[in-house]
Every structure is written in structure tokens, then in C-alpha cells.
């Protein structure tokens, strides 16, 4: 059983929630929160295994609460539940250590399946939703993204284009397509590159494909 946190300041929005996961037979919601601070709290108590948690909220906002809950001693994952408009707050949610997004008008079903990955130990949720925030965030002026990090040295020219498609928001399936391989050599190079770059999730390696320029407007679309 799948133990499901909610945190979001609108209490419809936590119902709503609710309601679309009493439907799932295999989670169940142990907490609610209405900010960051009561999240950080709720991690801590209820034991959660995944956090459905609202970025935009009084107080502590969702991007603080996930910083700390991924530094703290819970073992929770958190997905951040955005709208379009605020993929400014998305990336620095993946920053703070989210494992994931949600968007709020996506359908009950891809709801539930992206709480069942995340559960499970992956990062990357609903792969087209990726690409949609991805496009708006590389949209934006130059001078909003990071610098290069210069944590690429060390990984070779095949890893580093692996690199760039999943900045690119490709799945592994798509990766294999692309580069003409197969799945499960898809999957080693990305295990690769978690380790050699020290990158806690496939979230992660998509920050850091942003970091060292090999994702935006120019690169794989």
C-alpha cells in the first residue's frame, strides 16, 4: 500500500485529491497539510511514502518544504503540483529534490500512475507533461538559467548524448530509439551517468543537462 501525503493551502484541492485516490485500491492518503511548514511535519510523522505537494502556498512555500523534507530524515519522495505558468517554481523545485511534477488539470488516471512511479523509485512523470515544462523553461531569457557546472569531465561522447535527450524529457524507450540501441543498454548508460555525476534521480540529470547547456531551444526537441 502506497502511504500518499497531501499538501495544498486550497482544501478542495486536498478533497479532490482524496477522493481520486480512494479509487486506487493499491494508496491511501495518511496526511494532510496546508503549508510547507505542517509538510515538513507531516513527512516527519505520518511516514508518507510519496508527498503530493502545492509550490504556491502562505508561509513556507512548497519549494522550501521539499528542500527540507529531501535533507531531513523522512524517506518520503515529493511531486510538486504546478500549472503552466509556474515552471519558474518547477525548476527550482527538481533543485530543492523533488522527485517529480504533476500538472493540476491532468486526467485521474496519470495522477495516480505518476504516484505509483515515483512510489516505486523513479523521477521522470508523465514524459509529454516533462517536454510541455521543459519547452516553456528553455523559452525563457539566457541570463534565468545556471551556469555550466563543469561536471561533465569524466563521461564519454556516447553518455553525454544520452545526457542530452533525457534533458530533453526522452523516456528510456525513446533514448534506445534514438540512438539505435536497445532498451536495456538505454537504462545501463543512464545508471552510468547517475553514478559518475554524483545525480540523486533522472530529475536530477535533467537539472544538470540545463546546467551544462546540453538542453534549451537549440538542442534535441
Same mark, same amino acid.
Given at each position: 500500500?502506497?502511504?500518499?501525503?497531501?499538501?495544498?493551502?486550497?482544501?478542495?484541492?486536498?478533497? *479532490?485529491?482524496?477522493?481520486?485516490?480512494?479509487?486506487?485500491?493499491?494508496?491511501?492518503?495518511?496526511?494532510?497539510?496546508?503549508?510547507?511548514?505542517?509538510?515538513?511535519?507531516?513527512?516527519? %510523522? =505520518?511516514?508518507?511514502?510519496?508527498?503530493?505537494?502545492?509550490?504556491?502556498?502562505? @508561509?513556507?512555500?512548497?519549494?522550501?518544504?521539499?528542500?527540507?523534507?529531501?535533507? @531531513?530524515?523522512? =524517506? /518520503?519522495?515529493?511531486?510538486?503540483?504546478?500549472? &503552466?505558468?509556474?515552471?519558474?517554481?518547477?525548476? @527550482? /523545485? $527538481?533543485? *530543492?529534490?523533488?522527485?517529480? &511534477?504533476?500538472?493540476? %488539470?491532468?486526467?485521474?488516471?496519470?495522477?495516480?500512475? *505518476?504516484?505509483?512511479?515515483?512510489?516505486?523509485?523513479?523521477?521522470?512523470?508523465?514524459?509529454?507533461?516533462?517536454?510541455?515544462?521543459?519547452?516553456? &523553461?528553455? *523559452?525563457?531569457?539566457? +541570463?534565468?538559467?545556471?551556469?555550466?557546472? @563543469?561536471? $561533465?569531465?569524466?563521461?564519454? %561522447?556516447?553518455?553525454?548524448?544520452?545526457?542530452?535527450?533525457?534533458?530533453?524529457?526522452?523516456?528510456?524507450?525513446?533514448?534506445?530509439?534514438?540512438?539505435?540501441? +536497445?532498451?536495456?543498454?538505454?537504462?545501463?548508460?543512464?545508471?552510468?551517468?547517475?553514478?559518475?555525476?554524483?545525480?540523486?534521480?533522472?530529475?536530477?540529470?535533467?537539472? $544538470?543537462?540545463?546546467?551544462?547547456?546540453?538542453?534549451?531551444? +537549440?538542442?534535441?526537441?
Amino acid at each position: 500500500m502506497i502511504r500518499v501525503g497531501l499538501v495544498d493551502d486550497q482544501p478542495l484541492v486536498r478533497t *479532490a485529491l482524496q477522493m481520486v485516490i480512494a479509487q486506487a485500491d493499491d494508496m491511501e492518503v495518511v496526511g494532510e497539510a496546508g503549508d510547507g511548514a505542517q509538510a515538513v511535519r507531516l513527512a516527519e %510523522d =505520518a511516514a508518507p511514502d510519496v508527498i503530493v505537494m502545492d509550490i504556491r502556498m502562505p @508561509g513556507m512555500d512548497g519549494i522550501e518544504a521539499t528542500r527540507r523534507i529531501a535533507a @531531513g530524515p523522512s =524517506a /518520503a519522495q515529493v511531486i510538486v503540483l504546478t500549472t &503552466f505558468d509556474e515552471d519558474e517554481y518547477v525548476y @527550482g /523545485a $527538481l533543485r *530543492a529534490g523533488a522527485a517529480g &511534477f504533476l500538472v493540476k %488539470d491532468m486526467a485521474l488516471e496519470e495522477i495516480l500512475g *505518476a504516484i505509483r512511479v515515483v512510489a516505486a523509485g523513479d523521477a521522470l512523470i508523465a514524459p509529454g507533461v516533462t517536454r510541455r515544462l521543459i519547452k516553456n &523553461f528553455t *523559452a525563457r531569457p539566457p +541570463s534565468t538559467t545556471a551556469a555550466p557546472t @563543469g561536471r $561533465l569531465q569524466g563521461i564519454t %561522447d556516447r553518455e553525454k548524448e544520452v545526457l542530452v535527450l533525457i534533458g530533453a524529457g526522452l523516456t528510456n524507450t525513446e533514448i534506445a530509439r534514438e540512438l539505435t540501441i +536497445s532498451i536495456a543498454t538505454a537504462k545501463t548508460y543512464v545508471t552510468r551517468l547517475l553514478a559518475k555525476l554524483d545525480a540523486r534521480d533522472r530529475v536530477h540529470l535533467v537539472v $544538470l543537462a540545463y546546467e551544462n547547456g546540453l538542453a534549451g531551444p +537549440s538542442r534535441h526537441p
